[in-house]
């Protein structure tokens, strides 16, 4: 499971960072800014279509006895009505707190080094675009190559363990965002890649724990809550942060601020594992 999410959810981040490049370096500045940016979401839109169609023809993996029904009281029984769901989500709100910080402190570090650090190079610093979209890339084949070395990791050792492990080691990583104050796209890419390289160990895992936490009856829809708040909340807003700060001359601020949220989850989540709230074995 670790090695399968671990590696598809780098492939799909690698692939949308090298249509981007592509598309820079096929085309010049004034054409970009003309037409060229719609490429990649004409890209993207396809893909949609192609993941539609996937999803509505393949047979769901354990399907059969994920609808069977069992009794009242086990998580695995399914709902006739839709206030039941929500009911039974209020009653595991606390693993529905820590599903949020979960997705939420992985997704403020994915959009900071993903959106953010390019963003901050490019308007701020005024570093070369396509470099600043190749350093990305690269970043992004970090993140592809050990998404399956972490995945398979977790899956020899206790995904709680892994979890906790990668994810408190993602807090002195923030810091490394202290290192890039000036045009400099020698240091860009070392806090591109050594940064980035924690945070993928991160993406590969967070989808995962997050499904950990929540009871079969009520999975999709307390994994949907839990990360749609977390990266609403949290994640969308990190690359406005960033640079928000960068121009109030407060950007010492954000690595404290990440790496706070990210020591957070960690509490969060330990509490709910010993309250019960771990539904798939390690």
Not at 36 to 46: E, M, N, Q
Not at 134 to 163: K, N
């Amino acid at each position: 499971m670790g090695l399968v999410s671990g590696t598809s959810i780098q492939i799909g981040i690698v692939g949308s960072s090298l249509v981007a490049l592509i598309v820079s370096l096929c085309i010049s500045k004034s054409e970009m800014h003309a037409w060229g940016w719609r490429i990649p979401f004409a890209v993207g839109g396809v893909m949609g279509v192609v993941i539609m169609y996937l999803r509505s023809s393949l047979p769901e993996t354990l399907i059969a006895a994920a609808l069977h029904t069992h009794a009242p009281n086990d998580d695995t029984r399914i709902h006739e009505r839709t206030r039941d769901v929500w009911k039974q989500l209020w009653d595991v709100r606390l693993a529905l707190l820590a599903v949020t910080l979960v997705i939420g402190s992985v997704q403020i570090a994915n959009y900071a080094w993903i959106t953010g650090l390019p963003s901050m190079a490019n308007s701020v610093f005024k570093e070369n675009n396509s470099l600043v979209f190749a350093i990305t890339v690269s970043m992004g084949f970090v993140w592809m190559l050990s998404g399956p070395v972490i995945g398979g990791l977790a899956d020899r050792m206790r995904a709680s363990r892994a979890f906790i492990l990668f994810r408190l080691l993602m807090a002195p990583a923030f810091f490394l965002l202290w290192a890039y104050t000036k045009q400099d796209i020698e240091r860009f890419a070392l806090v591109m890649i050594a940064g980035g390289a924690v945070v993928g160990f991160n993406m590969s895992l967070s989808n995962y724990i997050a499904v950990t936490l929540m009871p079969r009856s009520i999975r999709t829809t307390g994994v949907a809550v839990g990360y749609a708040l977390g990266v609403s909340i949290l994640g969308g807003t990190s690359p406005y942060l960033l640079l928000w700060l960068h121009h109030n001359n407060l950007g010492h601020l954000f690595p404290i601020y990440g790496a706070a949220i990210a020591v957070l989850s960690v509490i969060v989540y330990m509490i709910a594992r010993t309250r019960g709230h771990a539904y798939l074995s390690n």
